[in-house]
């Protein structure tokens, strides 16, 4: 059972940096895509961006120009790489893999807060 577990959340200033990592435990085999959604309370959970195999980055738009996702599928890890924060981007940032099969993984979210 593959479980991923998100790492890098916490409390920053509007205009700074914060960068997520999630880390599977277990293999991960046929992978369509790893990347991140996000939530906030009383709102649907959005898409944030996503690395797809052969085929590079997408990002929702955003979080386009801010946001850089980047994968190790040698170690089964994605990270967020979160710049020039907005207040808006506070949210709980969970970590997202779709593989063949289909199966899809969550981890357990973390938060992410903007706000001076």
């Known amino acids: 059972q593959v479980q991923l577990v998100e790492a890098g959340g916490g409390l920053v200033q509007p205009g700074g940096s914060l960068r997520l990592s999630c880390a599977a435990s277990?293999?991960?085999?046929?992978?369509?895509?790893m990347g991140w959604y996000r939530q906030v309370p009383g709102k649907e959970r959005e898409y944030v961006a996503f690395?797809?195999?052969?085929?590079?980055?997408e990002y929702a738009d955003s979080v386009k120009g801010r946001f850089t996702v980047s994968r190790d599928s040698a170690k089964s890890m994605v990270w967020l790489q979160m710049t020039s924060l907005k207040p808006e981007d506070t949210a709980v940032y969970y970590c997202?893999?779709?593989?063949?099969?289909?199966?899809?993984?969550w981890g357990q979210g973390t938060q992410v807060t903007v706000s001076s």
């Open positions: 997202n893999v779709a593989t063949y099969g289909p199966l899809e993984y």
């Open positions: 277990g293999t991960l085999t046929h992978v369509i895509r």
């Open positions: 690395t797809y195999t052969g085929r590079g980055a």
